[in-house]
């Protein structure tokens, strides 16, 4: 649910960015269309990422994990860099919380399969779930 909420986020900030870029906000408004192409992009991704993961499917841990890892140094430049702490520290927590679920003993069991019933024959008649 807290990858959907960050794709969600992150569509929300390319619709931010066109409006500026609209409004006449930038300098250059190629470049704020530009950036929410990028959000729309990988906005898009984490979101039907995060709804995979709700979903029960297994490939959205993927482009979850990227995402994630992805926003640990953007956190680090938002607190170090920038020194913008009240962004950075929030940023740094949610990545490293959904990391941390994502690697959880329970989630890396699910994503091994161990969470199936039955035996794992060619017998069984349904289509794999993964």
């Not at 409004?23 to 990422?49: P, R, S």
């Not at 740094?92 to 679920?101: F, Q």
């Amino acid at each position: 649910m807290l990858v959907a909420v960050q794709g969600a986020a992150a569509l929300v900030m390319a619709a931010v960015l066109v409006v500026r870029a609209i409004a006449g906000v930038d300098q250059h408004v190629v470049n704020g269309l530009g950036t929410a192409a990028w959000f729309v992009v990988v906005g898009g991704v984490v979101l039907a990422a995060g709804r995979a993961l709700t979903l029960g499917k297994r490939w959205g841990r993927g482009p979850a994990v990227f995402a994630q890892l992805l926003l640990l140094p953007v956190a680090w430049y938002l607190g170090v860099g920038s020194r913008q702490l009240a962004f950075g520290i929030p940023v740094a927590v949610v990545a490293l919380t959904v990391l941390g679920l994502l690697f959880s003993p329970p989630a890396l069991r699910w994503a091994a399969g161990g969470d199936q019933r039955g035996p794992a024959s060619s017998s069984n008649g349904g289509p794999d779930s993964r």
